[in-house]
T-cell receptor, first 114, second 112 residues
Framework: GAVVSQHPSWVICKSGTSVKIECRSL??????MFWYRQFPKQSLMLMAT?????????EQGVEKDKFLINHASLTLSTLTVTSAHPEDSSFYIC??????????FGEGSRLTVL | KNQVEQSPQSLIILEGKNCTLQ??????????LRWYKQDTGRGPVSLTI?????NTKSNGRYTATLDADTKQSSLHITASQLSDSASYIC???????????FGRGTSLIVHP
């Protein structure tokens, strides 16, 4: 099946710093990519939807200035957590949509903000 | 409002036993339904996809069913293994929206 590479798989940073997470579709072109966050033992929560070459669409309650999403090419989307705080600590996952509509998920990035 | 409800929320079974997970949805118009398996700390992986015309589909020890009339799907796991311990997520796509609707998942624990 198609592969989505996400990195880093885990990151620890100090409060106030920014962290960038990359999501690459390795063997398919993902016109649409989704970004989620997941707290322990909870379901995936959609944060935003990004389409290549256009601005991301954010879900209600997600600060677009806090979580910057860039989808500059059909194979790369990035999520930048700006001025991270401990409450931003979470598991962030991306998924790319294949040509048949199937979602291919990255392995996730565990962010810990100290 | 499109919704996907999964039950049970959590399930504990003994290795070798069978189990069935349920997914009820109100997504309309319906396009397809997928079951994903998510191991702890990993991204979800697709198990099966069900479209409107399909009633049953198997993938190894996993068998998914779909009743489009009652808007229900089930995932049956046969002869469970310790490696089946994971969260199983039901995701429904609408023909009218590109945003999928996720269930909250069923957490399955298989004990030896």
């Amino acid at each position: 099946g198609a592969v989505v590479s996400q990195h880093p798989s885990w990151v620890i940073c100090k409060s106030g710093t920014s962290v960038k997470i990359e999501c690459r579709s390795l063997d398919f072109q993902a016109t649409t990519m989704f970004w989620y966050r997941q707290f322990p033992k909870q379901s995936l929560m959609l944060m935003a939807t990004s389409n290549e070459g256009s601005k991301a669409t954010y879900e209600q309650g997600v600060e677009k200035d806090k979580f910057l999403i860039n989808h500059a090419s059909l194979t790369l989307s990035t999520l930048t957590v700006t001025s991270a705080h401990p409450e931003d600590s979470s598991f962030y996952i991306c998924s790319g949509e294949g040509s048949t509509g199937e979602l291919f998920f990255g392995e996730g990035s565990r962010l810990t903000v100290l | 409002k499109n919704q996907v409800e999964q039950s049970p929320q959590s399930l504990i079974i003994l290795e070798g036993k069978n189990c069935t997970l349920q997914c009820n949805y109100t997504v309309s118009p319906f396009s397809n339904l997928r079951w994903y398996k998510q191991d702890t700390g990993r991204g979800p992986v697709s198990l099966t996809i069900m479209t409107f015309s399909e009633n049953t589909k198997s993938n190894g020890r996993y068998t998914a069913t779909l009743d489009a009339d009652t808007k229900q799907s089930s995932l049956h796991i046969t002869a469970s293994q310790l490696s089946d311990s994971a969260s199983y997520i039901c995701v429904v796509r609408s023909g009218g929206s590109y945003i999928p609707t996720f269930g909250r998942g069923t957490s399955l624990i298989v004990h030896p």
